[in-house]
C-alpha cells in the first residue's frame, strides 16, 4: 500500500522531488518504489520525458482507484485490529456482526 501512497503523492506534484519531500523520504527510494509498482502492473504510469511528469493513461486510471483502494485498506487493518483486540474470555463474534 505503501506503493499507492507514493504513487498518489507523485501523481499529484507532478513531481519527484516534491513528492519525496512531501512523504518525508530521499527521491530515489520513492524511484525505485514507482518502478516496482509498474513492474507489478505491467504498464508505465508516468511518462518522465521532457523534464515534466505526467500520467498515462494507465496512470490517470490508478489516480481515480487508488484512493479508495487505500480508504479500503485502511478499514481492513482496523477490522482486523479491532477483532485481534477481543478479549479471550469473550469469544469473537461471527464475521457478519463486525458489519
Given amino acids: 500500500m505503501r506503493h499507492l501512497e507514493c ?3 507523485v501523481g499529484e506534484e507532478r513531481h519527484f522531488g516534491r513528492a519525496a519531500e512531501r ?6 527510494p520513492l ?3 514507482i518502478r516496482r509498482l509498474e ?3 505491467g ?18 486510471v490508478l489516480m481515480r482507484e ?12 482496523s477490522l482486523v485490529r479491532r477483532a485481534a483486540g477481543t478479549d ?3 469469544p469473537p463474534r461471527p464475521w457478519s456482526s463486525l458489519y
Fill in 7 to 9: 504513487f498518489l503523492a
Fill in 23 to 28: 512523504l518525508g523520504m530521499e527521491q530515489p
Fill in 31 to 33: 524511484s525505485q518504489r
Fill in 39 to 41: 513492474k507489478e502492473l
Fill in 43 to 60: 504498464a508505465e504510469l508516468f511518462d518522465r520525458g521532457g523534464g515534466q511528469v505526467t500520467l498515462t493513461a494507465a496512470g490517470h
Fill in 66 to 77: 487508488a484512493p479508495e483502494l487505500l480508504k479500503r485498506h485502511q478499514r481492513l487493518r
Fill in 88 to 90: 479471550p474470555a469473550d
